[in-house]
């Protein structure tokens, strides 16, 4: 049997719904077999947050630099911050036939929507726009102006729910990680993705 | 939010893949929260089977009485044999809100895919024709002449894959377990089927 390319997941979901808690969660479970692809940003790291294991932390120019030479397989601004995904280590990991997952903003994840439209597209969304709102205040990274803006921006991009093939409500981490390792578990299963292999190896047995 | 019709689930393959035993194991398991469909038929019970546990045992009037009365769902003659699935039961539970599934032949299933859509239809598919022999044989409950035809039949069913959502390849019965129960939990994240009921809950919060 050949082998086959690696699946490129996509986690995204409206600004403060919870994507990096529940993506760390992801990757502290001992099942996990596919790659993060950690992103790079130009914003300020948060408390506690690690230059090369949240994300790379780069200055606006050394951003700017990357785009221009084709370095990101997707980029967006937000909230006056570059966000992106080095292309070359995603490419690299999918070749050798392991799956990649992103965590993304929902702008880059339209981009690589456009350019990769087998890729598996996972929306985290809120129970509610209240429940988003009361996670962000609870947060205590933001200022008040900064969090009405995020609401603000989040209700906005729910609707860019119609982009992505799952819907994965974040009422709890667990129960968000379990549908979401379900999903990449059964995404692996689809007749798209296995027929042509399959049948092949079948006759050819 | 408004309660949503139960989900369709129907498993089918080759015969001898090994339908029957994948399904009497995911039904001892804890966890399953979809109801079973019994299945009726006209073949003689095998040692053990039991009339309303593994199927609805009657004889040939019987069944044609309910193929013209409209009581099934879907019909298939195998080996000199019809297969059905009663409709009445099917229905209610749908309705109830709770998901249905079926272990039924190819040519059922392909009746119901064209009847109901989007159902979830997923293909048992055997590692090998060699293994699928060797499984028959084993089982030793038909002559060698009745395994013949049906591994040339069931060489034709895999053909039909085509028609089928998800392959689930039938190597160990646990890991096609677990296979099936993911692939029931993420087609009810699926988009098309979460997005409306969703995004009006979330502007009716």
Known sequence: ?????????????????????????????????????????????????????????????????????????????????????????????????????????????????????DALFIFLAPPSLT????RLEGRGTEPADVIAKRVATASQELEMMSLYDYVVENDEVQHACDKINAIIKAEHCRRERVEKRYLSMLKGE
């Open 1 to 117: 049997m050949n082998k086959q390319r690696g699946l490129l997941i996509v986690l995204s979901g409206p600004s403060g719904v919870g994507k990096g808690t529940v993506r760390k969660e992801l990757f502290t479970q001992p099942n996990t077999n596919y790659e993060y692809s950690i992103s790079m940003t130009t914003r300020a790291p948060r408390e506690g947050e690690v230059d090369g294991i949240d994300y790379f932390f780069k200055t606006k120019e050394e951003f700017e630099g990357l785009i221009h030479a084709g370095g990101l397989l997707e980029h967006a601004e937000f909230v006056g911050n570059y966000y992106g995904t080095p292309l070359a280590y995603v490419n690299e990991t999918l070749d050798a036939g392991r799956d990649v997952f992103l965590e993304i903003e929902v702008q880059g994840a339209a981009q690589i929507r456009a350019k990769a439209p």
């Open 131 to 134: 429940a988003l709102q009361n």
